[in-house]
């Protein structure tokens, strides 16, 4: 079975281990460990308690961020999740009370054969791979995060998108009584929350349906049971805990562009060049970060990730849609 | 004869100062720790921020206090202006270094397109003459013109407020509920002004 395999940009084609060396390394090192699974490169995740959490999953493609992860705690205490919360902390303290099984995502929309994945649908249907991707959030921090998820596109295809189809719309969950940032009087979000891909950016391999990070099932607050990861766009893109996924011919209506249209485009491509009116873009804090050290580096086009998509957005003015 | 049961003035003295460091000596020690999560500068930026407005707003309280009867309320009055200050410098300070790290070229471009910090940064300019003149022997040597000075407290309230409220993202609510303290404060005076002027 051939794949379609991300590249990093940042690493040259010579620098690229021989997959016989590696896998060769890394089968030594899973017997030397006793995974049984070893030799043929597939990891059985183990929770903190030494139980398997049921995640199986093939190895990232690409290991050169491996380094640069950030920590587990800093990946799961710090988050958006207005559902929960305006403060980075709040999600980690308040989304324990989402109820995440049993969970159905409706895709429907401009598709052949409309229908409904069920949790275990998505957890046992699709081959699971690991992604160390950065994250780059529109508030200029980042982490770089080792997601565990498969290829949107292989989801859409199931669902046969129909050729009218040109973007795909998705909703969060909204659910009052679990949701206690969604019973605040004082936002101004109209729920629930939405974002948007076009069909070609949705169907780009780089696009992950994540269900786990760091090998662990998601915890709540990183959006649970399922959520979309797109590594070159601003991280409100990425939509979490998603429930509804339509394929629609005209572009949908997202959150942050509807409330805020100056401020948060429909594309949100992370541009050093264009600025968020109310900060730079051109920098960011890769976190964790410290007062005396800050970790502020230069923040790159799409991500670091331009090889791979530019291409999407040839010949657009990328300071109209940004 | 009997004794008035009241603390001696420089017992409250000690505890306002106290009570003036204690956010920041918690937040020190929080930092030292550890426990501020991994953008400590966000969650410090956030904080002195929040507790210079809880500040401002105390010391707005303090002239209807002392119109209520409590005279000895300004005695701590400029403990707490002076704290205000410092808070708001100390959030000054953490702009400067982590999300201009000291770039001249950068926090110029910053204040010139950025309107809420200019905003910022206005209030603390016109906190700054009233901490310079906040000692016993510049109230003297200013004489009726410090009282004029000082007036600066309420552009730089209705400053601090305008930032504030345009750092909002998706929820006005903690804006509005500084907004009403604020106007509460402010419009006493305005009444009291007009039924003075009349």
Partial sequence: MTKRIYTDPSIASSDITPESVFLNRRAFIKASSGTAASALGISTALSSAGEPSGLIYKDAPDESLRAEQTPYDAVTTYNNFYEFGTDKSDPARHAHSMTTDPWTIKVGGLVDQPGELHLEDVMSGFDLEERIYRFRCVEAWSMVVPWIGFPLSALLKRFAPRAEGRFVEFKTLYRRSEMRGTRSFTSVIDWPYREGLRLDEAMHPLTLMAVGLYGKTLPNQNGAPLRLVVPWKYGFKSIKSIVEINVTAEQPETSWQTLQPSEYGFYANVNPEVDHPRWSQRFERKLPSSIFKPNRVPTLPFNGYQEQVAGLYEGMDLRQFY | ?198
């Fill in chain 2, 1 to 198: 004869m009997q004794h008035k049961a009241t603390l001696p003035p420089w017992c409250l003295t000690g505890l306002v100062i106290g009570a003036c460091s204690l956010p920041l000596v918690l937040l020190a020690t929080q930092l030292a720790r550890g426990q501020l999560g991994p953008d400590p500068a966000e969650r410090l930026m956030q904080d002195t921020g929040e507790w210079a407005l809880r500040g401002l707003a105390l010391v707005l309280l303090a002239s209807p206090l002392a119109r209520a009867g409590w005279r000895g309320v300004f005695r701590y009055r400029r403990i707490l202006g002076v704290s205000v200050f410092l808070y708001v410098s100390l959030h000054l300070l953490l702009f400067a270094q982590v999300y201009v790290g000291w770039s001249g070229a950068l926090l110029i471009e910053e204040l010139k397109e950025r309107p809420y910090v200019l905003v910022g940064f206005s209030a603390w300019l016109s906190l700054l003459p009233l901490a310079l003149t906040s000692t016993d022997s510049a109230r003297r040597r200013l004489g009726r013109r410090w009282r004029q000075l000082h007036r600066l407290i309420y552009p730089a309230t209705l400053l601090a407020w305008l930032h504030l409220l345009w750092l909002a993202r998706s929820d006005v609510g903690e804006a509005v509920v500084y907004g009403l303290i604020f106007a509460v404060l402010l419009g006493w005076r305005l009444r009291r002004y007009r039924q003075r002027a009349r």
